[in-house]
């Protein structure tokens, strides 16, 4: 069978990304920046220190989140099978790539599906793309039908301007997409959550998708994988500016945080999250949530569900120690720990 354009894309993403070459070169994430504050005379019971949370109404014991990745290939539908795996058994919630390919094939549905299917009842988020959502005359059907597709808890919707300009295929036509967006929140009942995907979404961007009934904002910032490079090696070229454009991902937690004393949302950081300490800085920090893409990819690839599962209960056990070297017993109180910059420290 033919393979359509989008799928040989999607393929080509997913080996690409396995290297490290798509990095940030020189930005980081900014949470180096940052130290906790010790204390000396912490009385939490280590054993009893408790990571849960709650998400789109439901409990999960991590608050982290498996990223957006893929669906719509062969390889893409078994990737998506492990992580499930791994979602389910470390209760934590999982989203799915863009679906845009399920308008194109019926034969692609069963890589959503695989999802819920091997995931339990754990948290699921749809995705597509703003550029679908702007350009769409049948938006509610259509978004209805990605709901459907994967039993969502929740639907992502990704902005990715900087991707789309660079290209080859892109489509940096986003005219209407708000207007879209307020009706899709409007009469959608899931939750919409709108995320970038690596150079972060500002305060002013996101009092704006806010304002238009978005539940969730995922920052996605700059630090961890770029889209630009990706795009860039895909068609042999090279530009060093717009490879580090974007905001990182610690500026945008800190910035949109700040829209917490106006309006009710989850507000998610990732971009870059490679650590536990990553993790933690991020909830101290002010987020609900955290999620990390490429490097679970490339573990899953390399050692497959186990790998994922140990890395990360390798990286909740660092958040755990945190947590009670700052005299956090849960989520709620780490919440409220804050951070100290370093160049306040000397
Ligand atoms: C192989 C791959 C495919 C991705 N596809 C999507 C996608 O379809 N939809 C989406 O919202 N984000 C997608 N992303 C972006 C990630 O969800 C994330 O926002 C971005 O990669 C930054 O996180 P990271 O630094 O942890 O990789 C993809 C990421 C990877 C690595």
């Given at each position: 069978?033919?393979?359509?354009?989008?799928?040989?894309?999607?393929?080509?993403?997913?080996?690409?990304?396995?290297?490290?070459?798509?990095?940030?070169?020189?930005?980081?994430?900014?949470?180096?920046?940052?130290?906790?504050?010790?204390?000396?005379?912490?009385?939490?019971?280590?054993?009893?220190?408790?990571?849960?949370?709650?998400?789109?109404?439901?409990?999960?014991?991590?608050?982290?989140?498996?990223?957006?990745?893929?669906?719509?290939?062969?390889?893409?539908?078994?990737?998506?099978?492990?992580?499930?795996?791994?979602?389910?058994?470390?209760?934590?919630?999982?989203?799915?790539?863009?679906?845009?390919?399920?308008?194109?094939?019926?034969?692609?549905?069963?890589?959503?599906?695989v999802v819920r299917k091997n995931a339990g009842k754990v948290p699921i988020l749809g995705n597509i793309g703003a550029a679908q959502v702007a350009k769409s005359k049948k938006i509610i059907d259509e978004i209805n039908f990605l709901i459907d597709l994967v039993e969502a808890d929740g639907m992502v919707i990704h902005v990715n301007p900087l991707q789309e300009l660079l290209q080859t295929e892109g489509e940096p036509k986003f005219k209407g997409f708000l207007k879209n967006l307020n009706k899709i929140c409007s009469k959608i009942k899931t939750p919409i959550i709108v995320k970038e995907v690596g150079s972060g979404?500002?305060?002013?961007?996101?009092?704006?998708?806010?304002?238009?009934?978005?539940?969730?904002?995922?920052?996605?910032?700059?630090?961890?994988?770029?889209?630009?490079?990706?795009?860039?090696?895909?068609?042999?070229?090279?530009?060093?500016?717009?490879?580090?454009?974007?905001?990182?991902?610690?500026?945008?937690?800190?910035?949109?945080?700040?829209?917490?004393?106006?309006?009710?949302?989850?507000?998610?950081?990732?971009?870059?999250?490679?650590?536990?300490?990553?993790?933690?800085?991020?909830?101290?920090?002010?987020?609900?949530?955290?999620?990390?893409?490429?490097?679970?990819?490339?573990?899953?690839?390399?050692?497959?569900?186990?790998?994922?599962?140990?890395?990360?209960?390798?990286?909740?056990?660092?958040?755990?120690?945190?947590?009670?070297?700052?005299?956090?017993?849960?989520?709620?109180?780490?919440?409220?720990?804050?951070?100290?910059?370093?160049?306040?420290?000397?």
């Amino acid at each position: 069978m033919q393979e359509s354009n989008t799928s040989k894309r999607k393929k080509e993403h997913i080996e690409l990304c396995l290297s490290d070459n798509v990095a940030f070169k020189t930005k980081t994430n900014g949470f180096e920046n940052y130290e906790f504050e010790h204390f000396a005379i912490t009385e939490v019971e280590f054993d009893k220190i408790n990571l849960s949370t709650i998400f789109l109404k439901k409990k999960i014991n991590y608050p982290f989140l498996i990223s957006c990745m893929t669906g719509g290939t062969e390889e893409a539908k078994s990737i998506n099978e492990k992580l499930a795996i791994v979602a389910n058994e470390l209760q934590i919630p999982i989203g799915v790539g863009s679906q845009r390919q399920a308008f194109e094939d019926k034969k692609h549905h069963s890589t959503y599906r695989v999802v819920r299917k091997n995931a339990g009842k754990v948290p699921i988020l749809g995705n597509i793309g703003a550029a679908q959502v702007a350009k769409s005359k049948k938006i509610i059907d259509e978004i209805n039908f990605l709901i459907d597709l994967v039993e969502a808890d929740g639907m992502v919707i990704h902005v990715n301007p900087l991707q789309e300009l660079l290209q080859t295929e892109g489509e940096p036509k986003f005219k209407g997409f708000l207007k879209n967006l307020n009706k899709i929140c409007s009469k959608i009942k899931t939750p919409i959550i709108v995320k970038e995907v690596g150079s972060g979404i500002s305060k002013m961007a996101a009092k704006r998708l806010l304002e238009v009934g978005v539940q969730g904002i995922d920052v996605s910032g700059a630090g961890g994988t770029s889209w630009a490079a990706v795009e860039l090696m895909r068609s042999d070229k090279e530009d060093n500016y717009f490879q580090e454009w974007g905001l990182p991902t610690s500026y945008c937690v800190r910035k949109v945080k700040e829209l917490k004393k106006d309006f009710g949302f989850t507000l998610i950081s990732s971009g870059g999250i490679s650590n536990g300490v990553d993790i933690a800085k991020s909830i101290a920090l002010g987020a609900d949530l955290t999620a990390s893409a490429r490097i679970i990819l490339q573990e899953v690839i390399k050692n497959d569900i186990n790998g994922v599962v140990d890395l990360m209960e390798s990286w909740f056990l660092t958040v755990q120690r945190i947590m009670y070297l700052t005299g956090c017993k849960d989520i709620k109180s780490f919440k409220k720990v804050g951070l100290i910059r370093k160049e306040e420290m000397y």
